[in-house]
């Protein structure tokens, strides 16, 4: 019997989140490709990858807020067709650095609405018990996306970084389409008399949970390593392994497989009660997977390494969002999914920053040894947490603080 997970709505958000993310990897690959072409430049690589995060951070409280308080389809279509126009302007900024910036940014603006959207909506389209089930079938959409992303970047590379983003543009408007077509719906949360409306309530919910504190500060603070591999990598790939446009294409795209396999095939497999440690020990596996590919810089480890992080980072993923959707209520869903959106872009930012120093300062090798090590060491310290018991003083000076 087909389980409720694959129903027609789960199918359609799926879908919607499969071409949002092919989408996003095909124009990320495009233009991290001609601003290296363009500049040679680490710094204004981090820049690229700078736009595609700060409209996320800075919006974070407005997003979650208009998540909670709009209808969640709604939001999700508006947001898609706005993100057409820009992506379609992208494609004829002519190549100029500046605008490359300027339009990359605007769109950012418009995940920065529709992906608190797309994660209230799991558990409107799941069934009941059925939440992680979900996440793990929409997840695998993601990194299905993700997959082909680079896999339409290595086929329209012939054509030019025109057609390329303009292939990006016209997956919003599916999106919008595919999105539009749901029946279900998750409405506006209740309002209660007397209540204010707290932006920021994402983050106090996030933090008063002490399973939830304890992993997602793991899951953060190894962004701040593993997110410079972002700038890294390119020059690794490029310039030390010697890869191609197509082979640093399929090489992200294997990385994607790893993801799809570790969200369809092991994340839905771990029991409810060690989610939070399957979780960290998924993260030590993207760090190890990652820096492994330096031992030896030939295309077929950077394969092997890409497959095993990619797994890794799959499991992780669904397990911490599936966590998210457990511990905090309904209500606050949008906001709590917005502010972990927000902590993670937040640490992503300095990261990728850092990945160009690091590029200039000791290289590309040694500095993505130094990327992979992150994840490793706060896994460790997250699972050392977890397994100590807590301290009842401190734990109620939490459950004060987020009730004030």
């Given at each position: 019997m087909a389980p409720p997970a694959m129903s027609r709505d789960l199918r359609c958000l799926a879908g919607a989140v499969f071409l949002s993310a092919a989408?996003?990897?095909?124009?990320?690959?495009?233009?991290?490709?001609?601003?290296?072409?363009?500049?040679?430049?680490?710094?204004?690589?981090s820049a690229l990858f700078a736009a595609t995060l700060l409209p996320m951070v800075l919006l974070a409280p407005l997003a979650g807020l208009v998540a909670d308080r709009c209808e969640s389809v709604r939001v999700l279509v508006l947001a898609s067709l706005a993100q057409?126009?820009?992506?379609?302007?992208?494609?004829?900024?002519?190549?100029e650095l500046a605008a490359i910036?300027?339009?990359?940014?605007?769109?950012?603006?418009?995940?920065?609405?529709?992906?608190?959207?797309?994660?209230?909506?799991?558990?409107?389209?799941?069934?009941?018990?059925?939440?992680?089930?979900?996440?793990?079938v929409v997840e695998s959409a993601r990194y299905a996306g993700f997959a082909a992303g680079p896999l339409l970047a290595a086929g329209l590379a012939a054509l030019g970084p025109?057609?390329?983003?303009?292939?990006?543009?016209?997956?919003?408007?599916a999106i919008a389409?595919?999105?539009?077509?749901?029946?279900?719906?998750?409405?506006?949360?209740?309002?209660?008399?007397?209540?204010?409306?707290?932006?920021?309530?994402?983050?106090?919910?996030?933090?008063r949970d002490r399973v939830l504190r304890i992993t997602l500060a793991a899951?953060?603070?190894?962004?701040?390593?593993?997110?410079?591999?972002?700038?890294?990598?390119?020059?690794?790939?490029?310039?030390?392994?010697?890869a191609s446009d197509t082979a640093y294409a399929l090489l992200v795209c294997a990385w994607m497989a790893g993801m799809v396999s570790g969200a369809t095939a092991l994340?839905?497999?771990?029991?409810?009660?060690?989610?939070?440690?399957?979780?960290?020990?998924?993260?030590?596996?993207?760090?190890?997977?990652?820096?492994?590919?330096?031992?030896?810089?030939?295309?077929?480890?950077?394969?092997?390494?890409?497959?095993?992080?990619?797994?890794?980072?799959?499991?992780?993923?669904?397990?911490?969002?599936?966590?998210?959707?457990?511990?905090?209520?309904?209500?606050?869903?949008?906001?709590?999914f917005a502010a972990y959106n927000a902590a993670r872009n937040s640490a992503e930012l300095g990261a990728v920053g850092a990945g160009g120093l690091l590029v200039t300062a000791v290289g590309p090798r040694v500095a993505l040894v130094i990327a992979a090590s992150g994840p490793i060491l706060a896994a460790a310290a997250g699972l050392t947490a977890l397994l100590r018991p807590p301290a009842p003083r401190r734990e109620a000076a939490y459950a004060e603080a987020g009730a004030t």
């Open positions: 989408g996003d990897l095909l124009a990320l690959i495009v233009l991290a490709l001609q601003v290296h072409a363009l500049t040679g430049s680490g710094l204004a690589v057409a126009a820009v992506a379609a302007a992208l494609a004829f900024s002519g190549g910036l300027a339009l990359t940014a605007l769109l950012t603006i418009g995940n920065a609405f529709a992906q608190p959207a797309e994660f209230t909506l799991i558990p409107a389209v799941a069934g009941a018990g059925r939440v992680t089930e979900a996440t793990g025109q057609t390329a983003l303009l292939a990006n543009a016209v997956t919003f408007l389409i595919a999105a539009g077509t749901m029946r279900a719906r998750r409405p506006p949360s209740a309002r209660v008399p007397g209540e204010r409306l707290h932006a920021l309530e994402g983050f106090r919910v996030l933090r899951a953060v603070g190894a962004l701040l390593f593993i997110s410079a591999s972002l700038t890294v990598e390119i020059f690794y790939l490029k310039d030390v392994v010697g994340a839905r497999r771990v029991p409810p009660r060690i989610i939070a440690a399957a979780a960290l020990v998924a993260l030590a596996v993207q760090g190890a997977g990652m820096g492994a590919q330096a031992t030896w810089a030939i295309l077929p480890v950077a394969f092997a390494g890409y497959l095993v992080g990619g797994v890794g980072h799959g499991v992780k993923n669904v397990l911490l969002r599936g966590l998210i959707s457990a511990r905090v209520p309904a209500a606050v869903h949008g906001r709590a």
